[in-house]
């Protein structure tokens, strides 16, 4: 059995966390998704607009995932060691060097395989893509006067 780790904020859901997490799943048996905590979404990328648990319980809801969990708040490759993966899926936008995370892992004795994915079709739609656009919609009127 190979099982594939792919990580993320997965902050509000969009086709291209679809579209990664159903690549990530074809490479093995089976998917544990690592959700990045609430402050790490905060020190790497943005406030996160929605919190880490229903984060979690949306990745684990869709179809291609068998597992989500919540990644460490002190230590990333705390997860690796805990989960094992063969594999680890770094979709094609992730700031990781994959040879680095692969020393950092065979050290721990987990001498997992890195792989980058491709370019997701739906970048267009990424969440900060998808909050610009409805920021640049403006108020809209009350229902009753249009």
Not at 117 to 146: K, W
Request: aromatic fraction near 4%; include cysteine.
């Amino acid at each position: 059995m190979v099982r594939v780790m792919a990580t993320g904020v997965f902050d509000l859901l969009h086709p291209g966390h679809l579209f990664f997490l159903t690549e990530a799943k074809k490479l093995g048996d089976e998917l544990v998704v690592v959700v990045a905590r609430d402050q790490t979404a905060r020190r790497l990328k943005h406030e996160p607009y929605v919190p880490e648990h229903l984060r979690r319980a949306m990745v684990e809801g869709l179809k291609p995932v068998d597992r989500a969990i919540l990644g460490s708040t002190t230590d990333i490759y705390q997860t690796v060691v805990e989960v094992r993966p063969d594999l680890i899926a770094l979709g094609h936008d992730q700031r990781w060097n994959a040879e680095e995370v692969e020393a950092e892992c065979a050290r721990r004795g987990v001498p997992a395989k890195v792989v980058r994915l491709g370019v997701c079709p739906y970048d267009d739609l990424a969440t900060r893509r998808i909050v610009e656009r409805i920021l640049s919609m403006g108020p809209r009127p009350p229902e009753n006067a249009r």
